[in-house]
């Protein structure tokens, strides 16, 4: 079964930066979706950015584009998300999801395998 961990949360104050990590492991297939969802108390879940295993198709939302970069990591089946600028609003915790769909999306329903998330706290 395919496993996700996250990993880099963290306090941070407004204005800094902070790199999330997200590991597939076991993921039997060469060609998938992986995502970065937030979540913050009382709100839905948040789709942040999407890449293709392969390293494109790359999707941001726009809530967050311009500080937020989604890639590839340096280990195969590893995936960065790098956060700067950072606001009290980011303040979540943060998904990585693995999805088989033919397009990647935002979307929570076209990803399967989550992992147990990373906490992101921005403060002012």
């Known amino acids: 079964q395919v496993q996700v961990a996250e990993s880099g949360g963290g306090s941070v104050e407004a204005g800094g930066s902070r790199k999330l990590s997200c590991k597939i492991s076991?993921?039997?297939?060469?060609?998938?979706?992986m995502a970065w969802f937030r979540q913050s108390p009382g709100k839905e879940r948040e789709g942040i950015a999407t890449?293709?295993?392969?390293?494109?198709?790359?999707s941001v939302a726009d809530a967050v584009k311009g500080r937020f970069t989604i890639s590839r990591g340096d280990a195969e089946n590893m995936f960065d998300l790098q956060a700067h600028d950072l606001k009290p609003e980011d303040t979540a915790i943060y998904y990585c999801?693995?999805?088989?769909?033919?397009?990647?999306?935002?979307?929570?329903?076209?990803?399967?395998?989550w992992g147990q998330g990373t906490q992101v706290t921005v403060s002012s």
């Open positions: 999801a693995f999805g088989r769909a033919q397009v990647c999306t935002l979307t929570s329903g076209d990803y399967v395998f």
């Open positions: 076991r993921p039997s297939y060469m060609y998938y979706c």
């Open positions: 890449i293709y295993s392969g390293g494109g198709r790359i």
